[in-house]
Antibody, heavy 120, light 109 residues
Framework: QVQLQESGPGLVKPSQTLSLTCTVSGDSINNNNYYWSWIRQPAGKGLEWIGRIYTRGSTNYNPSLKSRVTISVDTSKNQFFLELSSVTAADTAVYYC????????????WGRGTLVTVSS | QSALTQPASVSGSPGQSITISCTGISGDFGSSKFVSWFQQHPGKAPKVMIYDVSNRPSGVSNRFSGSKSGNTASLTISGLQADDEADYYCSYTGSNTWVFGGGTKLTVL
């Protein structure tokens, strides 16, 4: 059974960089039929797509976050990563990693999410 | 890329049907075939209920159906059940990015 698991610090100081890891288990991340995304959700608010990466390395980002976001992948560890720089309180949210379904255009697999709070 | 507008809330009684709309304000939403709908219970990750406008993934009840006309996509839930009470989000992809609607809270009375 394929699973995604987010990990990383739950508390980040303002102006610092938020760094999260998504570990894929039960399947190889190195499959060109997939791509991998980060999505976030502030408390009581809606979902916001952050960006995606193919395991070949190509990325696309939400234009509203593009200047601060980097998504990368380490296929040897079956992991992909999120870095969000210059964070503010507005970046406080539950962060999810997700997989786009192979062959179809929807997110078929999600992690449980991890809460990141930006506060001094 | 189009912003997606959903009603903040809808409600219905058990056994009834409800429809949630998702309207694209501008951009390429009107021509997109890649609209999906997600259900999210409190404290849980979203779960896809409809993809490619009207297709149901394996395991999703046929009480859930999707459609699209022009710039508006719709999710219909028939035979409402208590467990359908959740937040629902529409989403689509275009121009190499994804957009989510603001979400609709469904209350089962």
């Amino acid at each position: 059974q394929v699973q995604l698991q987010e990990s990383g610090p739950g508390l980040v100081k303002p102006s610092q960089t938020l760094s999260l890891t998504c570990t894929v288990s039960g399947d190889s991340i190195n499959n060109n039929n997939y791509y991998w995304s980060w999505i976030r959700q502030p408390a009581g608010k809606g979902l916001e797509w952050i960006g995606r990466i193919y395991t070949r390395g190509s990325t696309n980002y939400n234009p509203s976050l593009k200047s601060r976001v980097t998504i990368s992948v380490d296929t040897s560890k079956n992991q992909f990563f999120l870095e969000l720089s210059s964070v503010t309180a507005a970046d406080t949210a539950v962060y999810y990693c997700a997989r786009k379904s192979p062959g179809y255009w929807y997110f078929d697999l999600w992690g449980r999410g991890t809460l990141v709070t930006v506060s001094s | 890329q189009s912003a997606l507008t959903q009603p903040a809330s809808v409600s219905g009684s058990p056994g009834q049907s409800i429809t949630i709309s998702c309207t694209g304000i501008s951009g390429d939403f009107g021509s997109s075939k890649f609209v999906s709908w997600f259900q999210q219970h409190p404290g849980k990750a979203p779960k896809v209920m409809i993809y490619d406008v009207s297709n149901r993934p394996s395991g999703v009840s046929n009480r859930f159906s999707g459609s699209k006309s022009g710039n508006t996509a719709s999710l219909t839930i028939s035979g409402l059940q208590a467990d359908d009470e959740a937040d629902y989000y529409c989403s689509y992809t275009g121009s190499n990015t994804w957009v989510f609607g603001g979400g609709t809270k469904l209350t089962v009375l």
